[in-house]
Nanobody, 123 residues
Framework: QVQLVESGGGLVQAGGSLRLSCAAS????????MAWFRQAPGKEREFVVG????????YYADFVKGRFTISRDTAKNTVYLQMNKMEPEDTAVYYC????????????????WGQGTQVTVSS
């Protein structure tokens, strides 16, 4: 069993940066791939980026390549999402997820979810 808690969301101006954190508890955390999804109002939840259990593998959605960076600190049981050059279109609730994959861009592939953190980018 893995419990996930996101933090770090907030309001930022276009062009600015935020760093999200996902703190995990559960003894099997290091065995799971991790991913960030997001869901904007009226839209489906979409895959943003994933990272393998070792941190060696990452998979980014095209719309965040060059702007967002995912990392994980296994010792701290935490995954991070550094978001730079943010755009109003990045406004959404961001969710952390854990599963036996990290590169499948479908929410059904992940077993555990956090409660989400709101990110708002003003123009």
């Amino acid at each position: 069993q893995v419990q996930l808690v996101e933090s770090g969301g907030g309001l930022v101006q276009a062009g600015g940066s935020l760093r999200l954190s996902c703190a995990a508890s559960g003894r099997s955390f290091s065995r799971y791939g991790m991913a960030w999804f997001r869901q904007a109002p009226g839209k489906e939840r979409e895959f943003v980026v994933g990272i393998s259990w070792s941190g060696a593998g990452t998979y980014y959605a095209d719309f965040v390549k060059g702007r967002f960076t995912i990392s994980r600190d296994t010792a701290k049981n935490t995954v991070y999402l550094q978001m730079n050059k943010m755009e109003p279109e990045d406004t959404a609730v961001y969710y952390c997820a854990a599963g036996l994959t990290y590169s499948r861009p479908t929410s059904g592939a992940y077993n555990y979810w956090g409660q989400g953190t709101q990110v708002t980018v003003s123009s």
